[in-house]
């Protein structure tokens, strides 16, 4: 097994986990099979109950894995099925060598960071990295590891302490470390400044942790004096050190990442060279006309996004990648407008009007509407103006989870004189639930308790709409994180489930 660890300096934000997956993406080009792993240092078990304003939006793999939002990138790039142990959290870590110690496991010793915690997270990168995610029988040849956070951060310390000795361990012909930092650029002088990179680097090299290969972040390419400075100083050779630059779409890095002969690089430190095809580059020739033909479409299509957690739109970010591949696969140039639910209440009118007429005018200029998932009463009613206005004025919608309990709400408010029509996370007391509390869920423990993963959903009626949007197809899988069902109206004459 190879690896492949990908690091970040100086600032968070950088992209690390596009420019793994982008690795990947390149190394299954030069004929690889690859697995992905992202380390997340803090002490959450899982990303299940953290808010969408601290990480982005919560990513459910098939097996229930409630994960970051980058082995979504993964997934999306490699084309790829994970786990939920794909994903190395401080608190899964610390959870499982507490577990073995209270069972006695360690007989005895005095259970430490060094050697217990970086003996544990070792074993678990080695295990995992043997599953296989792509479909086909045994372990992939390359495991990309994205270090997430910064390097010099306190919380990702013993990480960075068990990869040291794990690059030692395995051995350098096995093991290449790519690190991500940010060469700034000075707007009054327009220099390019390397003593960030430098820093890091030197930051790095304390920790035990040598770079192969240094991905610049900046605005434009590196200058060739630029190279030649970071190659001087931090000991990484001129030709391994690339530039990411801003791109106009995520589907270009691929390419951008082969034309600097970054595979090379890469295939060098783990002593691969017989997949370096000097005569044939890696073939890429779909993710570039994707990311051609993207830049080259200007009729726009306008989605209004109505949701709680719109301040970030890294909240729904496996949302705006589904509605990107629609409107790339219509020819359209996608356009999203953010507009915050609880904006179109009532109460918004009176207190900021304003911004109650900002979010309306939204509304009502696009071309079709979706409310995603989220939890809690805020912004609800909201919602529920926006399902309705979508209804009366025939305008297309689309609710995931929360927002398809809306529309069954809305509907059985308008259409079917249930007033009162409320789910039961709302209104406990509702006299008319449509929207009710599934009994395979917990209301004391909120980690890990919802439905939660790839469920299968077969068709009963086949001449329907929803069969007709997946092909006639006799079922389909689909992935689902809700504690909450629809009861109170299935039976209805005006609104039918043709899915069970």
């Not at 783990?270 to 479409?297: H, I, Q, Y």
């Not at 909201?382 to 989870?401: H, T, V």
């Amino acid at each position: 097994m190879k690896y492949v660890l990908v690091t970040g300096g100086v600032v968070s934000g950088l992209g690390k986990g596009v420019t793994a997956s982008s690795i990947g993406v390149l190394l299954k080009a030069c004929g690889l099979r690859v697995t992905s792993i992202k380390i997340d240092p803090y002490l959450n078990t899982d990303a299940g109950t953290m808010s969408p304003f601290e990480h982005g939006e919560v990513y459910v793999l098939d097996d229930g894995g409630e994960v970051d939002l980058d082995l979504g990138n993964y997934e999306r790039f490699l084309d790829i099925k994970l786990t939920r142990d794909n994903n190395i959290t401080t608190g899964k870590i610390y959870q499982a060598v507490i577990d073995k110690e209270r069972r006695g496991d360690y007989l005895g010793k005095t259970v430490q960071v060094v050697p217990h915690i970086t003996d544990a997270i070792q074993e678990w990168i080695e295990r995992v990295a043997l599953i296989p995610v792509d479909g086909l029988p045994g372990p992939a040849d390359v495991c990309v590891i994205e270090l997430g956070g910064t390097i010099g951060d306190i919380e990702s310390m013993p990480f960075t302490e068990a990869l040291g000795q794990f690059s030692y361990r395995v051995g350098a012909g096995n093991f290449c470390l790519i690190h991500v930092s940010l060469v700034p650029v000075i707007s009054a002088v327009g220099e390019q400044k390397t003593k960030p990179t430098q820093h890091s680097v030197r930051g790095l090299r304390s920790l035990g942790l040598t770079p192969n290969i240094l991905a610049c972040r900046s605005t434009s390419a590196l200058e060739e004096n630029v190279k030649q400075k970071l190659s001087q100083f931090c000991h990484v050779p001129a030709e391994n050190i690339i530039t990411l630059y801003d791109v106009p779409n995520i589907w270009h890095l691929p390419s951008l990442l082969r034309d600097q002969k970054a595979h090379e690089g890469i295939l060098g430190a783990l002593n691969l060279p017989g997949f370096v095809n000097v005569a044939r580059e890696p073939n890429l020739k779909e993710w570039t006309s994707r990311a051609e033909f993207c830049d080259m479409l200007l009729e726009p299509v306008r989605i209004a996004v109505v949701g709680k957690y719109t301040g970030l739109s890294d909240s729904y970010l496996s949302l705006l990648k589904a509605l990107l591949h629609a409107s790339v696969s219509l020819r359209k140039k996608l356009v999203v407008d953010w507009v915050p639910a609880s904006d179109i209440e009532d109460e918004t009118a009176r207190e900021n009007p304003d911004a109650y007429k900002a979010a309306w005018k939204l509304l009502k200029g696009a071309d079709g509407v979706l409310v995603p998932g989220g939890f809690g009463d805020r912004g609800v009613e909201g919602k529920i103006l926006a399902a309705k206005y979508a209804r009366e004025n025939r305008i297309p919608f689309l609710g995931i989870c929360l927002g398809m309990q809306i529309a069954v709400i809305e509907f059985a408010r308008s259409i079917l004189g249930l007033q009162d029509a409320n789910s039961t996370e709302f209104d406990p007391d509702t006299k008319s639930p449509c929207v009710v509390f599934m009994p395979e869920g917990s209301k004391t423990h909120l980690g890990g308790t919802m439905r939660l993963g790839s469920r299968r959903t077969y068709f009963q009626v086949m001449d329907s709409k929803s069969a007709k949007l997946y092909g006639n197809r006799g079922f389909v899988d689909e992935r689902h994180r809700h504690r909450y069902e629809v009861w109170g109206v299935k039976n209805s004459r005006c609104i039918s489930f043709p899915c069970k």
